[in-house]
T-cell receptor
Framework: QQQVKQSPQSLIVQKGGISIINCAYE??????FPWYQQFPGKGPALLIA?????SEKKEGRFTISFNKSAKQFSLHIMDSQPGDSATYFC????????????FGAGTRLFVKA | DAGVTQSPTHLIKTRGQQVTLRCSPK?????VSWYQQALGQGPQFIFQ???????QRGNFPDRFSGHQFPNYSSELNVNALLLGDSALYLC?????????????FGPGTRLLVL
């Protein structure tokens, strides 16, 4: 019930294409859904986040789509660039004390030039 | 403005030894969380410290313990190291007094247990 399932495990996209990463969760107590980007040798960096009362959030080339009834959310990267090549993690955080964040297993994205 | 810093960057230990990892939160942040990231996996929540107390804990054995100091910095201690403890240990800080959601991660400490 605490898991966040992420797919695909890896993704290869042509430059200029759209990268799509999907996540699903079970625990309805989750109330905050961030996406993190991690480059080799670095810690994860917050990319974009959404709350369940919103169905979509867009920041630049990055968009989160959220389906509360299906308990699914996805990250779309428009006009993907080689510099976007990294590992992406979806995550979910509960609304009880401590705000523990549960991460998906990650998606390794490679954008071909 | 310094972000989250961690030390050391790399560490090699042998089974059965003990290790202490250190974290300084981003300026203005009072909450520190620790995560373990095994190779090719997502970060796993170990515990979180706020007001010098452990506020929440993940599914980790008591060999993992921590501490938060009055200046909000934190330590992670692991006793009786196992080979399976080899991982990247990440510290994340946030501000409990304001917008709690944004966690800023440090670069991590890579621990290798031989």
């Amino acid at each position: 019930q605490q898991q966040v399932k992420q797919s695909p495990q890896s993704l290869i996209v042509q430059k200029g294409g759209i990268s799509i990463i999907n996540c699903a969760y079970e625990n309805t107590a989750f109330d905050y859904f961030p996406w993190y980007q991690q480059f080799p040798g670095k810690g994860p960096a917050l990319l974009i986040a959404i709350r369940p009362d919103v169905s979509e959030k867009k920041e630049g080339r990055f968009t989160i789509s959220f389906n509360k009834s299906a308990k699914q959310f996805s990250l779309h990267i428009m006009d993907s660039q080689p510099g976007d090549s990294a590992t992406y993690f979806c995550a979910a955080r509960g609304n009880t004390g401590g705000f523990k964040t549960i991460f998906g297993a990650g998606t390794r994205l490679f954008v071909k030039a | 403005d310094a972000g989250v810093t961690q030390s050391p960057t790399h560490l090699i230990k042998t089974r059965g030894q003990q290790v202490t990892l250190r974290c300084s939160p981003k300026s203005g942040h009072d909450t520190v969380s620790w995560y373990q990231q095994a190779l090719g996996q997502g970060p796993q929540f170990i515990f979180q410290y706020y007001e010098e107390e452990e506020r929440q804990r993940g599914n980790f054995p008591d060999r993992f313990s921590g501490h938060q100091f009055p200046n909000y910095s934190s330590e992670l201690n692991v006793n009786a190291l196992l080979l399976g403890d080899s991982a990247l240990y990440l510290c994340a800080s946030s501000d409990n007094r304001g917008i709690q959601e944004t966690q800023y991660f440090g670069p991590g400490t890579r621990l290798l247990v031989l």
